[in-house]
């Protein structure tokens, strides 16, 4: 003891120096490569927020076309992939498909998967981002029993997206302007977020040198739990208990319920690490969700009644306002992504489709850093100290 300084949950050590996103947490700011995200979120696209993440600057109309085109060269998946798919069960977790699946392109793209080869990362960063889209559609349409569609390159890449999520053989889909533009704004405002959970789980991983599939799997792995990614499908499936419990009415009661520290529940969707003020995505999230429900006719949804009564009383309370706890993206992503027809259970995957391009900006920033080395934390030891072993036959 002594030796080391103990920081449990990383709450006072940096792990890296970064020039990718700032936040104040403060101020509720989020800037990529310096830029607001309410700007990012206004004026560009998905591929530009990506090409903006990985190189530092937005494209010009010359660079975007190139990076587009790129990209479009890489959409589909290996055939075999549908093998690969068909030994889940159809009721399988999208998480746990997407997690073997990420994984398992390191296995089909065999010139992409030195971490130290700067071109072998170069493509690995295009691939992930290409394919992530088309995989998360087939993981998708394997869970309802529905054929594959492949992409097309021609729609741009969250209308792809949306094209092979719910078009069929027999119906063109035919993407809604609206569903499209949120749908972007969600990729946008979750692409990426610093040092959180899964970014340092991607960077621990790649420091080990192995391949940046296997590395973007493992953070995929860790976005999964409901304390990180898995918080918008279980805010969502909070409101719906909410509403089994007798909707509006007993939003008082849940409250009280998560007030109760033995109680173990927490109001999903609430609080964050870093944001002590307000998140900013949340923010936008909110006007998208605006849009999106008028758009559907779905102003009277009683969910997102819901939503609005638990945020408005819990930012009110005391309880809430002393922790400074607010209503963090995913309180309005869920509710979002519902409108648009995501079921709930695909929620984690599609902000997972979004952080790989942050993930692999992280992944590439570390390698480069000259002064980078293996991740190994250390640890204050609390176990036994030295004693020897009794044979077997003489231990009580
Ligand atoms: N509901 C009720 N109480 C809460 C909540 C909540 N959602 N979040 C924090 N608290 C309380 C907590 O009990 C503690 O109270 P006390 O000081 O009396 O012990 C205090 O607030 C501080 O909580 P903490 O757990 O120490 O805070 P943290 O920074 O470790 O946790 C968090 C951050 C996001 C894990 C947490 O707020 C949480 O579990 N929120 C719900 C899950 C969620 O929405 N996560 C998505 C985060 S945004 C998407 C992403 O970036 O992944």
């Known amino acids: 003891t002594g030796k080391f300084t103990y920081d449990p949950g990383f709450l006072s050590t940096a792990s890296c120096q970064s020039a990718i996103t700032y936040i104040d947490g403060d101020k509720g700011e989020l800037l990529y490569r310096g830029y607001p995200i309410e700007q990012l979120a206004e004026n560009c696209d998905f591929l530009e927020t990506c090409y903006l993440l990985l190189n530092g600057e937005l494209p010009n109309v010359t660079e975007k076309a190139k990076f587009v085109k790129t990209v479009n060269g890489h959409t589909m998946v290996n055939e075999q992939m549908q093998f690969f798919l068909r030994g889940f069960r159809r009721d399988a977790h999208p998480m746990a498909v997407l997690t073997g699946l990420v994984g398992g392109l390191s296995a089909f793209y065999h010139d992409s998967t030195d971490v130290q080869n700067p071109e072998h990362r170069a493509i690995a960063a295009i691939r992930l981002i290409a394919k992530m889209p088309t995989l998360v559609a087939m993981a998708y349409k394997y869970s309802i029993g529905q054929p594959y569609i492949y992409p097309r390159n021609d729609l741009s890449y969250t209308s792809n997206f949306m094209r092979m999520m719910f078009g069929t053989p027999c119906e063109e889909y035919v993407p809604n302007d609206v569903l499209v533009r949120a749908m972007d704004r969600i990729f946008i ?16 991983c790649g420091s080990s040198g192995t391949n940046p599939f296997a590395a973007i799997a493992a953070g995929v792995a860790c976005l999964w739990g409901p304390a990180h990614g898995g918080a918008n499908e279980a805010c ?21 319920q998560v007030k109760d520290k033995n109680s173990g529940v927490r109001l999903m969707g609430f609080g964050h690490r870093v944001y002590k003020n307000y998140d900013p995505r949340a923010k936008l999230m909110r006007e998208t969700c605006h849009e999106v429900l008028a758009e559907m006719g779905l102003q009277n949804d009683p969910l997102f009644k819901l939503a609005m009564e638990l945020e408005k009383i819990a930012l009110e309370d005391d309880y809430f306002v002393s922790r400074k706890l607010y209503p963090n993206v995913d309180f309005y992503s869920g509710i979002v992504q519902r409108a648009i027809g995501i079921p709930v259970s695909l929620f984690t995957a599609i902000f997972a489709l979004a952080r790989t391009v942050g993930w692999i900006a992280q992944l590439n920033e570390m390698i480069g850093d000259p002064e980078y080395k293996i991740g190994r934390p250390r640890q204050l030891f609390v176990g036994a100290t030295a004693r020897d072993v009794t044979p077997i036959a003489e231990r009580a």
């Open 236 to 256: 969502l499936n909070m409101l719906e208990d909410i509403q089994k419990m007798g909707g509006v009415a007993k939003v008082g009661k849940f409250i009280e």
């Open 189 to 204: 405002l979750h692409a990426d977020h610093e040092q959180n959970a899964s970014t340092s789980t991607v960077r621990l």
